[in-house]
């Protein structure tokens, strides 16, 4: 029977980085399923944000509540003119801005019927909270309790009696190929250790496919009992006919039963709490008795005044009730300060745990990933004072920022407001930091401002979890167009949008007078080459930089506080391995192998031969420019010759024949030439098969319009010729087509020529001799000439120019020819095929994105942002710091300390001196002359310096010719830099920076140092 969801159409343009993250079954899921959200202050607007956003069918508002100034802590559609308005129907329309697929409306009646999931985002009498779980379960709706107090958190979650996550984590089935399988009892496989261990455990499902010798396991699917990294065990194999030598191993991800305890038993009885902090072990227990007792408390006297110390007491003579055992002071403490400013709606709190419930709702709606079952608990307690403020500190003033200063303090308000940031990254982290940002008060006071750069343009696919962005603002500039949303959330915002990217060629922008006037960095990028750019910016001028970064549903978070932890590059991960030559050019053996193979070829053919045509036509010293590439000289020219004169089309139709003939290159005959240069029965000089282990034997592929792939189910063959002919039309300005009639008719006319192998063809048969290969010049320099000699004349062609293609993802015919290309090359040697969709996640090295955990991550680093700002009666430590690291698919999340920087030690005044990246010797005498820069460390430090640089350049050393350092040494020191620039120093520059190897002048010693950094303006 066809479901709904059977019949549901994706938009992959615009959930495009989402499905990465979902898949397109549980898209399909949610894409039917309708949500309640009972609440819109601050958590509840953050759910519903993230929830329509990823694309369920409705939303359903319930909140008849009137605005109060709390509010405007966190609901960023509400200011100060809807105070007093329902909190629903005025922010309803805003929201429904978000998705034109998901309609928004708003009741006046509380039901969960018909509903897939009812979330409950602010607080509720327990009676009501009890009676609305019941009827949840009655009506099969999943329920989600939630709520934020101030910096502490509650989430609860009952998906039914019987609840069946389809997958419980989201990773991608492992996936290994086979070295041998032995025919015994039980059979033993083992994998490729080149490819990495199997990643199996005892239970696991397999599926093995495309198996030599043992075809009788070929598409049987066991449980594995796991043996080692790189071994396991399955059934009976010992009446099979042979040993297995090749194959592939597919993890099968089998669906999970869970069953939740329904609210009324789970108060008493939580169970196993999930730990967020692994340096507060006992916190879980201890909130859950202190929500119990601020509940108890509320329902009966409602709300609490911040600062009520009476409600405060009570609160925590309820909590102890509730407790298992006796609360310490400290215990007694926290409860008091949760309840003081429980009526607080912080923003960063409200994203944190908006991210959680809302993936927590996309669990309930798809039965995709594991749900919180029961109860969560999270809290940053470090950002409170350890003593309680005065009453009239943190008192209300009917002002937007009273949450904030219900939990911090007026004092510290007025700190954020004059804050002055450097936002780097304008995507998705970067508008959730500025809907932060503008909530807290960020540089929304005089003398604050905030700087935000980003080059990158708006795409629809960014639409889906970029919030502050529309469809109407598609190629539009992110950073204006950021800037501008998060100015209508808060109009005192002070923001200035640039449209730059970081880096060497804009520190005349960015440059020591920008940096001397910021108080931190906030980086928002999506590369680690970025990232550790503006790590080592932050590390010369002592800026603290917030850090943060997501991959799907995992996150990670790191501060960055200048003395006190360590930088973001003093670790790094290991660089990508790249893929040998000899693998992509004849032995491929993963589909990400034939991926870039398909992706070099569509650059060589559509975009680097325009080009080298375009650079004959046009370059004036072509030739000279040719002849300093000795390596690549003819083949080159035979390029330019092919493309410009004997391959040339003057017709669609030319282009389709000039398409069907190299499929027969590339697929057939290519690999035919190959197997007459290895054929299938070779052996190595070691007496082994050649065709073994990771070298898998090809076959040719025989054209065949009709033809589908057995995994991917598509028609590459004709997809190929589509896709390649209509490349090749572009490149040379005809008309294109994709009639299949058409292209059929034209393919029944095209002469394919017999191709018979030859002998004496050079075929690099491992890495060795491919590198052995391309470090040879090519010869034939007179057949260079020659050809460079018949070409027609760039005065004959004056005006005609070809059109590179630059390949790109996201363009769906770029995407038809890389994916159609890479699956006939997979065919050819047996690999799994795939779809366009995760060819172009491959290909493109998409980065899986989703609001959600988007949400989260810049929660938790704003929380950091209030503890560097620091509240009053407040001393700050390393242990108070936190660092990140999250994944919303099990879920998991743990905050630690941020590690210490690495310390060296030397001795400096005869005293020792222990110190780390941060640290520089600052000097600030005006700019001096080199000889006064030298006797300044003899006067000051009593050190020698022997050697002194700036940048590569030597600019001093005791060993020097001494009529040049004559000359020198009356010179000022920015007239020497200058002199070794060639170029006058930009002026916004401020410092510059000095290395310099010194010896103590007493002992003779050498003395390690850090760098210097020299201020000379």
Known sequence: ????????????????????????????????????????????????????????????????????????????????????????????????????????????????????????????????????????????????????????????????????????DGEAPQMSQIEAVTVSNPGVCKVLEDHGRHGLESGDTVKFSRVQGMPELSETEHVIKSTGPFTFEIGDCSGFSGAATQGYITQVKKPVKLTFKPLSEALDNPGELMLSDFAKFDRPGLLHAAFRGL???????????????????????????????????????????????????????????GGIVGQEVLKACSGKFTPINGFLYFDAAETLPDEPLPAGEVAPRESRYDSQIAC??????????????????????????????????????????????????????????????????????????????????????????????????????????????????????????????????????????????????????????????????????????????????????????????????????????????????????????????????????????????????????????????????????????????????????????????????????????????????????????VACANLRAEMYGIKGNTDPAFFMEALSNVIVPDFTPKDGVKIAANEAEAKEGEGKADSGDIDANQILADLPAPTTLAGFRLKPVEFDKDIDDHMLFVTACSNLRAINYRIPTEDTHKSRAIAGKIIPAIATTTALVTGLICLELYKLVGTPRKKLTAEAYKSGFLNLAIPFMTLSEPQPPAAQKTILKGKEWSFTAWDSLTMDVGDVTLQEFLDYWKNEYNLEISMLSFGVSMLYSSFANKAKLAERLPKKMSVICEEIKKSPLPENQLFLTFEICVDDIESGEEVEVPYVKYRFR
């Not at 059977?6 to 990465?20: H, I």
């Not at 300060?337 to 009526?343: L, P």
């Not at 920008?514 to 990232?531: H, I, Q, S, W």
């Open 1 to 168: 029977m066809e479901t709904e969801s059977d019949t549901q159409q994706v938009d992959e343009k615009l959930y495009s980085r989402q499905l990465y993250v979902m898949g397109h079954e549980a898209q399909k899921k949610m894409m039917v399923s309708d949500v309640l959200v009972v609440g819109l202050s601050g958590l509840g607007v953050e759910v519903a944000k993230n929830i329509i956003l990823a694309g369920v069918k409705s939303v359903t508002l319930y909140d008849p509540s009137p605005v109060t100034y709390s509010d405007l802590g966190g609901n960023f559609y509400f200011d100060e003119s809807v105070v007093g308005a329902p909190r629903a129907s005025t922010c309803a329309g805003r929201l429904s801005e978000l998705n034109q697929y998901v309609p928004v409306k708003v009741v006046d009646t509380l039901s969960p019927k018909g509903m897939s999931c009812c979330v409950v985002t602010v607080p509720m009498k327990t009676e009501e909270l009890l009676k609305l779980n019941e009827s949840c379960r009655t009506a099969g709706c999943a329920f989600i309790s939630s709520q934020v107090a101030g910096v502490f958190s509650q989430v609860f979650c009952d998906f039914g009696a019987e609840f069946i996550v389809a997958d419980k």
């Open 408 to 721: 911090f303090g007026f004092e510290a308000q007025q700190k954020i407001l004059k804050l002055s940031y450097f936002l780097v990254g304008g995507g998705a982290i970067g508008c959730e930091m500025l809907k932060n940002w503008a909530m807290m008060g960020v540089a929304c006071g005089k003398g604050g401002e905030v700087h935000i750069t980003d080059m990158d343009r708006i795409e629809k696919s960014n639409l889906s979890r970029q919030f502050l962005f529309r469809n109407t603002d598609i190629n539009s500039a992110k950073s204006t167009t950021g800037a501008k949303a998060a100015k209508v959330m808060n109009p005192s915002f002070n923001i200035t949008p640039h449209e730059l990217r970081v880096g060497s060629e804009t520190e005349d922008i960015f440059g020591d007078n920008f940096y001397d006037k910021l108080d931190g960095v906030c980086t928002a990028l999506d590369n680690v080459e970025a990232r550790l750019y503006m790590d080592q910016r932050c590390v010369f001028y002592g800026l603290p930089m917030l850090e943060s970064g997501t991959l799907g549903t995992k996150g990670n978070t790191q501060i960055v506080v200048p003395g006190l932890t360590e930088n973001y590059g003093a670790t790094r991960d290991p660089p990508e391995k790249s893929i040998p030559v000899c693998t992509l050019k004849n032995f491929p053996n993963q589909i990400q192998h034939t991926l870039q193979w398909a992706r070099d070829y569509f650059e060589g053919d559509f975009k680097q031969a325009a080009e080298d045509v375009n650079a004959y036509l046009s370059s004036p010293n072509f030739e000279e420019t040719l002849n300093a590439q000795q390596n690549t000289k003819t083949e080159t020219l035979l390029k330019i010759r092919k493309t410009l004169v004997e391959e040339r089309p003057y017709s669609f139709e030319e282009c389709i024949v000039w398409a069907r003939l190299k499929f027969e290159q590339l697929f057939n005959n290519d690999i035919k030439q190959l197997l007459h240069n290895f054929p299938p029965d070779q052996v190595t000089s070691a007496g082994t098969p050649f065709w073994s282990g990771t070298k898998r034997c090809p076959s040719p592929v025989t054209f065949d319009a009709e033809a589908v792939c057995e995994d991917a189910e598509m028609k590459n063959h004709f997809d190929f010729i």
């Open 295 to 353: 509940a108890k408390y509320t329902d009966t006297n409602g709300p609490i005044t911040p600062g009520d110390a009476t409600a405060g007491a009570a609160v925590v003579s309820n909590a102890k009730g509730f407790f298992d055992g006796d609360l310490s002071e400290d215990q007694e403490k926290l409860i008091a300060s949760m309840a003081s400013g429980s009526t607080a709606v912080l923003s960063p709190m409200c994203a944190a745990i």
